[in-house]
């Protein structure tokens, strides 16, 4: 059974920094590309980052880009996103997804999961 539990979360300043980290069970992992997801209050869910099974690749909303990182340990089984310079608006529920193959180009599959909160304020 696939199993994407997300943490790291907290609260912090504006200009602050987090890692948000995704230990994954229950599927190939090193096989898989993988996503950050975000949903802010009253806001529909926006991807944030991806990267590919190699972790060769990434791609980011332009929202984050420049500030936020996207990593992949495939011998732990874990993907990571490191979020610096912190803004009010990236105050929101992030969540980690499994695609259905190696290249982020197709589509995410299985449930999302509990997420961890990112709370940006001073």
């Known amino acids: 059974q696939v199993q994407l539990v997300e943490s790291g979360g907290g609260l912090v300043q504006p200009g602050g920094s987090l890692r948000l980290s995704c230990a994954a069970s229950?599927?190939?992992?090193?096989?898989?590309?993988m996503s950050w997801y975000r949903q802010a209050p009253g806001k529909e869910r926006e991807m944030v980052a991806r990267i590919t099974s190699t972790g060769r690749s990434t791609n980011y909303a332009d929202s984050v880009k420049g500030r936020f990182t996207i990593s992949r340990d495939n011998a732990k089984n874990m993907v990571y996103l490191q979020m610096n310079s912190l803004k009010p608006e990236d105050t929101a529920v992030y969540y980690c997804r499994q695609h259905s193959g190696s290249t982020y180009y197709l589509p995410v599959t299985g449930d999302w999961g509990q997420g961890t909160q990112v709370t940006v304020s001073s």
């Open positions: 229950g599927f190939t992992f090193s096989s898989y590309a």
